[in-house]
């Protein structure tokens, strides 16, 4: 099956109960619920946990969905939600309670725990500090599969907003990036002049 | 009127939304020839917008490759209960929540029914001293009893925590209840090299090495 954002995603059949096409959906989704966590969630929150909540709500509350075209908005609303209420107290304690019993988690784990380049955590940090507006439309655009207008359908915005959200969202982050450079540089430079005193000392 | 001219007429607000936006064209791949005609002109009187361009496409790589991971997360996460029966995820859900005050109680009832609980390896001592049988012929309390003794004995074993951790409270149908818990004893080695736990940027555990070194510098300051 197709992992692509795809407009064709049976969701009226979803919301009217057809369990095989919610699967569908949620697989057409899941990718793009994962950057909203992301981007809404604390840090120390567990990203397969929340993944997880959020399809338990999908699978309670799709029905309430009056208008299809409402559907994508309603995700994102229900997964901010989760990431902020949910986040701080998501299961650090199940890690630590499944360890203690010698239970493992699944493979996804290891991707969780792949480690990132210097680059990408500098990024990273960088990219979760930029405002709500920016934030969310900068990391979608990193999934390959999703246009401006997707990106716009899911944010309920005008495409042109988007892009213009993006574009300044990169600038900011660039900046952002370069003022921890240069900050980085100094503090080295300072602390290397500081051994220098201290050698000259003794 | 041609792009050169265009340029120079634009107010510097819009000049930098421009600068913002064909570099954001450019990475995405979507940039016109229109568009890469206006970034030509821009870079002609700027070549500075050659650096933001290379610094934001390697920034974008970055943010892709964390994304890469997010996603191949997403990829493992499938609705409750496998396709299409949340029902049943709903009722072990319902279950669990029915039976969860169960587990206050079933913390008493260990701890008055194993009657292991201490910290004091003269205790411990004193319930298994005399006959010991072997570790084949002993049952899973006798053998633990073994394991805390003879660990005392060589250092190894500070002692069992008293409270012991309710997981599981599952009434059966015989009438009986099954308890799943955990036995906590604190244990004391010497080791070569140490780890600590930290979390990454999707809030997994992961190790990482610690430097015994700069601990010891800092136990002694």
Request: glycine content about 6%; some cysteine.
């Amino acid at each position: 099956m197709s992992e692509r954002w795809d407009q064709t995603l049976p969701i009226e059949s979803a919301i009217a109960g057809h369990s095989d096409a919610l699967s569908q959906v949620w697989v057409g989704v899941r990718r793009w619920v994962a950057v909203i966590l992301i981007a809404h969630k604390p840090r120390e929150a567990d990203l397969e946990d929340l993944l997880q909540l959020v399809a338990l709500q999908v699978c309670r509350k799709v029905h309430e969905v009056r208008d299809p075209s409402l559907f994508k908005p309603w995700l994102r609303t229900v997964t901010i939600n989760i990431a902020r209420e949910q986040g701080r107290k998501a299961s650090r304690k199940r890690v630590g309670m499944l360890r203690l019993v010698g239970r493992t988690r699944n493979e996804t784990d290891q991707i969780g725990n792949m480690q990132l380049s210097e680059d990408a955590n500098r990024v990273l940090d960088a990219a979760l500090g930029l405002p709500e507006k920016y934030r969310e439309p900068v990391l979608m655009r990193c999934q390959q599969s999703m246009s401006y207008k997707q990106i716009a359908e899911v944010l309920s915005l005008p495409e042109t907003t988007i892009e213009t959200r993006i574009a300044r969202g990169r600038r900011m982050l660039r900046e952002t990036i370069e003022l921890q450079i240069k900050q980085e540089l100094t503090a080295k430079k300072e602390q290397g002049t500081r051994i220098a005193r201290v050698g000259g000392a003794s | 009127m041609n792009n050169d001219q265009n340029q120079s007429n634009l107010s510097p607000e819009n000049s930098a939304h421009l600068r913002d936006l064909l570099i954001s064209r450019v990475i995405d791949g979507s940039a016109s020839p229109e568009d890469w005609s206006s970034f030509r002109i821009l870079a002609a009187s700027d070549a500075e917008v050659w650096t933001e361009l290379s610094d934001a496409q390697r920034e974008h790589e970055a943010l892709c490759e964390v994304m890469h991971a997010a996603t191949a997360i997403a990829d493992g996460v499938d609705l409750p209960g496998g396709s299409g029966s949340p029902l049943i995820f709903e009722s072990r859900v319902t279950k669990a929540s029915r039976w969860g005050g169960w587990a206050i109680a079933a913390v008493v009832l260990l701890g008055w029914f194993t009657g292991t609980f201490s910290m004091n390896p003269a205790q411990i001592k004193t319930n298994t001293a005399g006959l010991l049988p072997t570790l084949q012929q002993a049952s899973p309390d006798e053998a633990f009893g073994q394991y805390l003794h003879a660990g005392q004995d060589s250092g190894q074993v500070v002692g069992e925590m008293p409270n012991q951790i309710v997981i599981e409270t599952l009434p059966l149908e015989d009438g009986t209840i099954e308890v799943t818990f955990i036995r906590q004893v604190v244990e004391r080695r010497v080791l070569d090299q140490a780890y600590r736990e930290a979390v990454d940027e999707f809030g997994k555990a992961v190790v990482i090495p610690v430097d015994l070194q700069s601990l010891k510098n800092r136990k002694s300051q």
